[in-house]
């Protein structure tokens, strides 16, 4: 079983709202019918059009990813796929990356029915490795030194770590890593909220241990950072 993320770009002429129904009503049952063996569709959509943690790299940036796991991602066996998204009405372009998932906090909060919005919101960040550091020190840093301190200094409900394998489409962006994660609503819009912090106090201190962190593998530059709701129609999971 592979994972495969699409990140995907809206044509300005489409509505965001009606774009996002797009994806999720008739791309989803199209990338199902093609052999998706799960499927999440996270989009900008108007209901985070409020965050005050939206970072921008690339520009024009990303609006959505469509993750996909399947039996394989060689070419040939995601063909269908490839085509449901890039004749998908809204989409301007499309690029595809292979990943490796791991899921240090799962989202156990919310058991919503497939299709439907995950409370809160999720947070899409696009990381890209430091030239001068190796992939393997990068890796280290972000998932063993890092993980622990995004947790405690948050209000993450829930949190996922891909690391890019390799780019999949012509003309993909260079991405590394694409993390995803989970708050409550109230974190849109409130820095104490976001960063699990009572007081001005405690909202400085997790804030001066998430900027030191993420420097040590360079996540404080070259990133977007995308608020997106998360509609899941099915994971695969072990077991």
Do not use: C
Request: without cysteine; charged residues 20%.
């Amino acid at each position: 079983m592979e994972k495969v993320v699409y990140v995907l770009w809206r044509d300005p002429t489409a509505p965001v709202e009606a774009w996002s129904r797009t994806l999720r009503e008739h791309a989803v049952p199209a990338l199902a019918g093609a052999g998706a063996r799960g499927l999440q569709v996270n989009v900008s959509d108007e209901a985070v059009a409020a965050s005050i943690m939206r970072l921008v790299e690339l520009e024009p940036q990303m609006e959505a990813t469509v993750s996909l796991w399947v039996d394989s991602a060689r070419d040939a066996a995601r063909t269908a796929l490839d085509r449901v998204l890039e004749g998908a009405p809204g989409v301007r372009r499309v690029a595809g990356y292979l990943v490796t998932e791991s899921e240090p906090l799962r989202d156990t909060a919310h058991a919503v029915p497939a299709g439907e919005r995950t409370p809160g919101f999720a947070n899409l960040a696009f990381l890209r490795r430091p030239a001068e550091m190796p992939a393997s020190a990068w890796i280290d840093a972000w998932h063993n030194g890092h993980t622990e301190v995004a947790i405690a200094t948050q209000s993450t409900f829930g949190y996922v770590q891909n690391v890019v394998a390799r780019p999949l489409t012509p003309d993909a962006p260079a991405i590394d890593g694409i993390v995803e994660e989970l708050f409550p609503i109230e974190a849109l819009t409130s820095l104490h909220a976001f960063f699990a912090a009572a007081d001005d106090e405690a909202l400085a201190a997790n804030m001066q241990r998430m900027a030191a962190s993420v420097a040590r593998f360079g996540a404080d530059r070259a990133i977007d950072v995308v608020p997106t709701s998360r509609y899941v129609y099915g994971r695969v999971r072990p077991g």
